[in-house]
């Protein structure tokens, strides 16, 4: 299939509360609209994941996170040095995202992913993408569309496969949330660049 049928493919089923796999530079993930509460309970259902463990969003422009999460700034700092790629940014949420996406909690985690056909999809759905890594809960997050079990795939609208990630690693995450930023995943991106930045 073409690729640019495989992209608006993929742009409709999302626009339709559908869910997609989509390669990203880290691992690949199950995406669907943040704004969608049908899509988001497919999330959550498709992984076995607890509904108190908050989803991560994907946007591909900072402009596109206004109402859906706080920019403090210490995130404008870390999204400048580090966006694209494969740093994830928890931040108090905005009055626009849904406690489900959240899990009810009010901090959100948040990516902007350097890979051009996640990109290209977020620029064209132009919303937040709740994005969650390709396996089940607890299992090992999926570098390549053969290690996702096929219960996952059969539950989705799309699965774009774009061979093996580059990185082959979950993104690093950082909390921002309050007075002392905290790393609660090592990956890609050091601590002590982040901390150099912050100036921790």
């Given amino acids: 299939m073409a690729e640019v049928d495989i992209y608006w493919r993929a742009v409709n089923a999302l626009k339709d509360e559908k869910l997609i796999i989509m390669p990203t530079e880290t ?4 995406v669907g609209l943040a704004t969608s509460k049908k899509a988001v309970e497919k ?3 498709i992984k076995g994941r607890a509904k108190e463990k908050a989803l991560p969003i994907m946007v591909s422009d900072i402009n596109y996170l206004e109402g859906y999460a706080q920019l403090s700034d210490s995130f404008i700092k870390l999204a400048k040095a580090f966006w694209p790629g494969p740093l994830t940014i928890v931040t108090k949420k905005g009055p626009k995202l849904s406690g ?3 899990g009810g909690q009010e901090t959100v985690a948040v990516r902007i992913p350097d890979h051009r056909i996640a990109l290209k999809i977020l620029k064209s759905i132009k919303k937040p993408l709740a994005a969650t890594s390709a396996n089940l809960s607890g299992e090992p997050p999926a570098t390549k ?3 996702i079990e ?3 795939k059969k539950q989705v609208a799309l699965v774009i496969d774009e061979g093996e990630s580059e990185i082959k690693q979950a993104s690093t995450v950082i909390d921002i949330t309050s ?3 905290k790393v609660l995943r ?3 991106i050091s601590v002590d660049d982040i901390m150099v930045l912050l100036q921790i």
């Fill in 179 to 181: 007075s002392k930023p």
């Fill in 186 to 188: 090592e990956g890609p």
């Fill in 27 to 30: 691992v690949y993930g199950i």
């Fill in 43 to 45: 999330i959550y259902a």
């Fill in 150 to 152: 096929e219960e996952i």
């Fill in 145 to 147: 569309v053969s290690d």
């Fill in 100 to 102: 489900e996406v959240t």
